[in-house]
């Protein structure tokens, strides 16, 4: 096992190699996004792929890890914020940045083994969300809100791995077609945001990531959603969704994988797109 | 270019459970992986998408081999190619641990049927799969190629995700 | 989708076919033409017959399609069975036989 995991060697006696193999993206590499990439970087996952279009603000440094006064200067890639961290823990793994939006690198995508969703949108998620049932790729979601109630603000949020097969975002509640018909109608803005529940939400994401790929104790079932309530500072399971009584996703035919006909014969026209 | 394979848990879990079951006189049981596909930046991914087993009455009773199919059954598996416009995947199992191989028996045979599916679905990968107890092994004929490339690499999606070279 | 309804949606894209994501049904037309004073005219439609996005049905293009008739305001992009699609706003298209939804959506390239 290499020296620098050496301390994590009770997740498996291959865990540094499964690990190093794995493929993982983050689309998203802003609040939430660079939380999972710096912890991903630490724990050996070997190839990363971060994802997001956007350029580091002032704004953003209240949240943002690994990012600097100089790169908001600057107005820096986020992207390259990720792979600069990721390689000063790791210099071995290999990070492919990619400065676009998602749904234009969706050729890399595929190749992903899992995709972190750290997305503020909830159209954005869904769609990500049913890119990742189409390709067979478990799919961890961030969500984190700040809603003002009365006088006070309420924190909020949650981690879901959508797993093909398995219950989705809107069998959990998490994002319902109300939610993306709303957005889609309401007001543009920056939403609050602050560091501390976003790194509390990708350690989770991280540790169910872990938990996926390199089992290193028995559960029943696979946690699938952790709900956070950021009031009362907890981080719980949701039980129902996290046993074996859990109902099938009514929303995604499991059958429904890969490319329809149409796509796949117009996608060798095309080459990879 | 890489040719991935990837498949549910549950749907391998099916796949061996069907193969696993005892046949009045063939010795061993075979099916036909039905199949999705799409490109990516590194290659070809091939998707499980469901399985088709076959019956008892689609076997040849021939002792010299482990199993062998009748014509009925891979004209079954043909018109599913050619109505539904899918790759098709032929499974059998060597069970045991380890990763398994293919035959001189089953590269002959494969190379037949195989033939068969691609003259009517010239558009999409067939191929086929052997499998073990822990791990499979694939061969795939690439759209316009006449011979068979083996599969680079299986990815099996459930309660842990587990990638095989 | 019953055949009866595909077989109908063949006069306007002899390719058509269906398929769902996320619980929603969508008819893929490749090729479709489009009325008169359409740039280009055809182009590769993708009909959600059910609601989505605050829409009961939408038609979803592979290209931003420019009419004579009026200017559409081409509001966003979607991610459809990992392929991009382009769809402008054109509300209040009840799901019903899908050839009266793919007509009462080319209803806004017609003057």
Not at chain 1, 240 to 263: Q, T
Not at chain 2, 21 to 33: I, K, S, T
Not at chain 2, 56 to 72: I, K, T
Not at chain 3, 5 to 31: C, M, Q, V, W
Request: hydrophobic share 40%.
């Amino acid at each position: 096992m290499k020296q620098t995991l050496i301390r994590q060697s009770f997740l498996g006696p291959n865990s540094d190699a499964i690990l190093d193999a794995l493929t993982v993206s983050v689309v998203g590499t802003g609040g939430a996004g660079s939380h999972v990439l710096q912890q991903l970087s630490h724990v050996g996952v070997g190839n990363l792929l971060p994802i997001d279009p956007d350029k580091v603000e002032f704004l953003n440094l209240n949240r943002l890890v690994g990012a600097t006064f100089r790169d908001a200067q600057k107005g820096q890639k986020k992207t390259t914020v990720s792979k600069r961290v990721a390689n000063s823990i790791n210099p071995d793994v290999r990070v492919r940045p990619h400065s676009k939006p998602w749904h234009e690198v969706m050729d890399v995508l595929r190749d992903a083994d899992v995709i972190v969703g750290c997305l503020d949108t909830y159209s954005g998620r869904s769609q990500l969300e049913a890119f990742a049932r189409r390709y067979l790729i478990p799919y961890l979601d961030i969500g984190m809100d700040v809603h003002s109630v009365g006088d006070h603000y309420v924190v909020s949020g949650q981690v879901a791995l959508s797993m093909p097969g398995d219950v989705c975002l809107q069998c959990m509640g998490i994002i319902t077609p109300d939610d993306v018909a709303k957005e889609a109608y309401g007001a543009a803005g920056g939403r609050p945001q602050v560091v501390w529940p976003n790194g509390l939400l990708a350690s989770a994401a991280v540790g169910m990531l872990i938990e996926l790929v390199t089992p290193w104790f028995r559960s029943e079932s696979l946690s699938l959603l952790r709900r956070y309530d950021g009031n009362r500072q907890t981080l719980e399971p949701d039980g129902w969704m996290n046993s074996n009584l859990r109902r099938e996703c009514k929303h995604y035919i499991v059958a429904e994988v890969g490319d329809p006909h149409p796509f796949w014969i117009s996608s060798k026209k095309k080459r990879v797109s | 270019m890489k040719l991935t394979l990837k498949i549910t848990e549950a749907l391998i879990r099916e796949v061996r459970k069907d193969l696993d079951r005892a046949h009045p006189y063939a010795a061993e049981r075979v099916g036909f992986l039905i199949g999705r596909c799409t490109r990516s930046r590194s290659g070809i991914i091939i998707f499980g998408s469901r399985y088709e087993s076959v019956p008892d009455a689609g076997y040849v009773e021939d002792h010299s081999v482990g199993a062998m199919m009748n014509q009925r059954t891979i004209t079954a598996a043909m018109q599913i190619a050619y109505s539904e416009k899918v790759p098709i995947f032929h499974v059998h199992t060597h069970f045991g641990k380890d990763k398994p191989k293919f035959s001189g028996i089953d590269l002959r045979e494969n190379a037949k049927f195989v033939r068969a599916f691609i003259n009517v679905c010239p558009e999409y990968p067939h191929g086929a799969l052997v499998l073990s107890d822990t791990d499979m092994s694939g061969l795939c004929w690439l759209p316009g190629s006449s011979k068979p490339r083996r599969i680079d690499q299986f990815t099996v999606v459930g309660s842990c995700l587990r990638k095989t070279l | 989708m019953s055949e009866v309804n595909l077989g109908a949606l063949k006069r306007f894209s002899s390719d058509a076919s269906t398929f769902t994501e996320a619980g929603l049904r969508y008819i893929h037309l490749p090729k479709l033409g489009l009325p008169t004073g359409c740039t280009p005219s055809e182009a590769d439609g993708l009909l959600c017959m059910d609601a989505r996005d605050g829409y009961p049905t939408r038609l979803f293009f592979s290209e931003r399609i420019a009419t004579t008739a009026r200017t559409l305001n081409w509001h966003m992009t979607v991610t459809v069975a990992g392929t991009v699609w382009h769809a402008f706003s054109w509300n209040g298209i009840p799901s019903s036989d899908p050839v009266e939804v793919l007509l009462g959506h080319l209803n806004a390239f017609v003057s």
